[in-house]
């Protein structure tokens, strides 16, 4: 081999060496400064107010400042599209809901996309939803308002916070898999859509747990299902709608992706992390409280999985349904 083609050689080997050992240790000494979640809602929202517990937990386990940015707007688009053009560097993450899952289809013209542009990191809680009525309606039970449903079809109100929002695409996917027919009535906020369930403008909504326990403890509410797989702890007897309507499961949720191209080590750092706070019992019993639970342990990689699964069952709702967003 000639001496100048064996220098580059060497050269070339030193170099990737060295790449290989800067990445290695910048995985190992992450976080070195602060890291940024970006949060795609408004501050004091739900997702919000449970971001915040977990920043906490993460900067107190990792020695750095965890840092929200509320960026809402576009239905959770605008703070996503942020994430997906930042750097790869395990410094910029996405407090990700279920709309991303959703927007994949809901939306037709993204410019980007949630799968492909972003690195899963680890899912974090679900938010169990409910199937509220008001009292006066004669159903008692899931399988009683089915029956009403049939035999007035289109005669039902249900409520939501507005179209494509989760309340409303979990209904849809009730009304795919039972064969009913409800009428959707979208209002701008879910306070004011239950507020008129509550009074009897409206017959039913599926609601947040912990914005309906309150009404539906003070008779305000009945409750006729949760939309977990199993029951819920808050409320042990009510039934999920799944003890019904065979394989019906609709929980909203929140995780964490990074922007595509972090590096594995960073990812699975985070990963222990997030894992290791969730299974500490001050953050189970906070999160408790305000009607949410950790979401079963996950790789991130089943974490990926999840998500393509997610998307592909919301797509299957949205497009049933016809929802178009403004």
Request: charged share 15%; proline share 8%; net charge positive.
């Amino acid at each position: 081999m000639k001496p100048a083609r064996r220098q580059i050689l060497y050269f070339a080997a030193g170099a990737a060496a060295s790449c290989a050992f800067v990445k290695s240790a910048g995985a190992q000494t992450y976080p070195a400064r602060p890291v940024h979640i970006i949060v795609p809602f408004a501050a004091g929202n739900g997702p919000d107010v449970i971001a915040r517990l977990m920043v906490h937990s993460l900067a107190h386990r990792l020695g750095q400042p965890f840092i929200i940015e509320n960026r809402p707007g576009a239905g959770t688009n605008v703070g996503t599209e942020a994430v997906t053009t930042a750097p790869p560097d395990g410094y910029t993450l996405l407090w990700a809901p279920t709309a991303s899952a959703i927007n994949a289809t809901l939306y037709e013209n993204l410019r980007f996309n949630f799968i492909r542009d972003t690195t899963p990191v680890a899912g974090c809680v679900q938010l169990p939803n409910i199937m509220v009525v008001n009292p006066s309606l004669p159903a008692k039970t899931v399988p009683e308002f089915i029956a009403y449903a049939k035999a007035n079809p289109g005669k039902i109100n249900y409520v939501s916070g507005g179209n494509g929002t989760t309340p409303h695409l979990t209904a849809e996917l009730f009304q795919m898999m039972t064969g009913i027919k409800i009428t959707h009535v979208p209002y701008r906020s879910s306070t004011q859509a239950l507020s008129d369930v509550i009074g009897g403008q409206a017959q039913v909504m599926f609601d947040a747990i912990a914005t309906s326990i309150a009404h539906v403890k003070a008779g305000e509410l009945r409750a006729l299902g949760v939309t977990t797989a199993g029951r819920s702890a808050v409320l042990p007897d009510v039934p999920s709608i799944g003890e019904f309507v065979a394989g019906y499961e609709a929980n909203s949720w929140l995780g964490i992706v990074a922007p595509k191209g972090t590096p594995k080590e960073i990812v699975d750092k985070l990963n222990n992390e997030i894992t290791a706070a969730l299974a500490d019992p001050e953050m189970k019993k906070q999160l408790s409280d305000i009607g949410t639970e950790p979401m079963p342990t996950m790789t991130p990689v089943e974490f990926g999985k999840f998500i393509i699964v997610e998307t592909a069952k919301w797509g299957k709702v949205v497009k049933f349904a016809g929802v178009k967003v403004e």
